[in-house]
C-alpha cells in the first residue's frame, strides 16, 4: 500500500504554489458517514459538538482525505431561524415544515446567532475541537448553506419558486434575511478557525434557471463570498444537479473552487471555465461510491483523473456531492488509494492505459 508523503495541508500549499507533490488532493465529500466510524447513530449528533468533533477527526485519521468538513445536514441556519426539522434516528435530517407559511410573516424572521440559536452553537464547538486536534495537519471546514437554499427552508422550496415568478420582492426579503444569518455565522466559522463550505442545493438549474439564478441567487452569494475573501479565506461552491449554465456566474460571484456534481461533465467545466478556477469532482456518490464495488471507485477516480487532471487552475479528487451514510469504508479507501496509485506529476501514458 502506497503512503502519503505529505500532510494534507503541506500538500495543498505545495499544490496552491505549483511546487511538486506526493499525489492530488482527495476529497471524498464524507457527511454522516462519520457516524458509522465510530459506531454511533446520526441522531446522536443532535446537540453534540463533542460527538460532531470525534466522528470527523476519527473519519480523517482512518480515511486520510485533504478537506474535513464538518456537517450534519442543510438545515441548521434554517433550524435556528425558526423552521422545524425532523431528525431520523439513523439517517441524516430532513425539513419537517418551514419557518413560515406566508409571506406576511416574512418580517417575524430574525437572523440567527451562531453563538446562541439551535443548533449552530454545537457545530461551532465541533469545528474547534477539530482544528484543536489536527487543524495542524488538515484544513477544516464548515458546511454553510446558502442564501437561496436556505430561503427555500424558511417558507418552503415550491413556495419560493413560485414566488420568484409572483412576488419577486418577497423572494429578496428572504434571501437578504438568510445572508444576514450567513455573514455572522460565516463570521463565527472563520473566528473558529475554519473555513466556510458553501453549498446551495436549490440553485441548481435543476429547480431555477439560469436569469432566476442571476436575480436571486447570485447577488447574495456574491455579498457572502466577498466577505469571506475579506477574511483572508477561499471558497469553494457547491451546487447540486446541473449547474453547466451557470459556471460562469458561480466564477464571477467570486467562487476559487467549484465542486461538480456527477450530473455535469468535468470536461465541460475544464473547456467552459477552467482558466479562472478549481475544480472539484464528480464521482458519483450513490452509484459509485454506495453501490459500486472497489473495482468502479478505482475506475471512476481514473475517468475523472483523464478529464481533470490539466485543469490550468487545478483539481481536486472528489465525490459529486455527500456520501450516503451507509457508504463501505473500503470504497472511501479505493478513492484514496487510487490517487495514490496514480501519484503526481501525473503519468500521462499510465492514466490511459487503465
Known amino acids: 500500500m502506497i503512503k502519503d508523503e505529505m500532510t494534507p495541508l503541506e500538500r495543498m500549499k505545495a499544490y496552491n504554489n505549483?511546487?511538486?507533490?506526493?499525489?492530488?488532493p482527495c476529497v471524498p465529500i464524507v457527511g454522516n458517514t462519520a457516524a458509522r466510524v465510530i459506531g454511533v447513530k446520526v441522531s446522536d449528533f443532535k446537540g453534540n459538538g463533542k460527538l460532531i468533533a470525534k466522528a470527523h477527526i476519527e473519519a480523517y485519521k482512518l480515511f486520510k482525505y485533504d478537506i474535513i468538513r464538518v456537517f450534519t445536514d442543510l438545515y441548521t441556519q434554517a433550524e435556528?431561524?425558526?423552521a422545524k426539522v425532523f431528525n431520523p434516528k439513523d439517517e441524516t435530517a430532513y425539513l419537517e415544515s418551514p419557518a413560515i407559511s406566508s409571506v406576511d410573516q416574512?418580517?417575524?424572521?430574525?437572523?440567527a446567532d451562531p453563538y446562541k440559536d439551535g443548533d449552530l452553537p454545537q457545530h461551532l464547538e465541533a469545528m474547534k475541537i477539530a482544528v484543536s486536534e489536527v487543524g495542524k495537519?488538515?484544513?477544516v471546514t464548515g458546511a454553510l448553506t446558502c442564501p437561496f437554499t436556505n430561503a427555500s427552508f424558511?417558507?418552503?422550496?415550491e413556495n419560493l419558486v413560485r414566488l420568484t415568478l409572483r412576488n419577486p420582492e418577497a423572494v429578496h426579503k428572504l434571501c437578504k434575511v438568510s445572508l444576514e444569518t450567513n455573514l455572522k455565522y460565516a463570521e463565527a466559522i472563520i473566528d473558529a478557525g475554519c473555513t466556510p463550505s458553501l453549498t446551495d442545493a436549490m440553485s441548481s438549474c435543476t429547480v431555477i434557471s439560469p436569469k432566476q439564478f442571476k436575480e436571486f441567487s447570485f447577488p447574495y452569494l456574491k455579498i457572502l463570498i466577498d466577505y469571506i475573501h475579506s477574511r483572508g479565506k477561499g471558497v469553494t461552491l457547491h451546487i447540486c444537479g446541473k449547474t453547466n449554465k451557470i459556471w460562469p456566474y458561480m466564477v464571477e460571484a467570486g467562487a476559487d473552487c467549484i465542486s461538480?456534481?456527477?450530473?455535469?461533465?468535468?470536461l465541460e467545466a475544464k473547456?467552459?471555465?477552467?482558466?479562472?478556477?478549481r475544480l472539484m469532482g464528480n464521482i458519483r456518490p450513490s452509484e459509485i461510491m454506495f453501490n459500486g464495488s472497489t473495482n468502479d471507485v478505482r475506475n471512476a477516480v481514473f475517468e475523472c483523473v483523464k478529464k481533470a487532471y490539466d485543469n490550468p487552475k487545478g483539481y481536486i479528487v472528489a465525490s459529486g456531492c455527500?456520501?450516503?451514510?451507509?457508504?463501505?469504508?473500503?470504497?472511501?479507501h479505493a478513492m484514496l488509494d487510487t490517487v495514490r496509485e496514480i501519484g503526481y506529476p501525473i503519468d500521462i501514458e499510465k492514466i490511459y492505459k487503465n
Open 18 to 24: 505549483h511546487e511538486s507533490i506526493d499525489r492530488l
Open 80 to 82: 435556528a431561524m425558526g
Open 106 to 111: 416574512i418580517d417575524s424572521l430574525k437572523p
Open 137 to 139: 495537519e488538515v484544513a
Open 154 to 157: 424558511l417558507i418552503g422550496a
Open 260 to 266: 461538480i456534481d456527477n450530473d455535469a461533465d468535468l
Open 271 to 277: 473547456s467552459l471555465v477552467g482558466n479562472n478556477v
Open 322 to 332: 455527500s456520501l450516503p451514510t451507509e457508504t463501505p469504508f473500503e470504497n472511501i
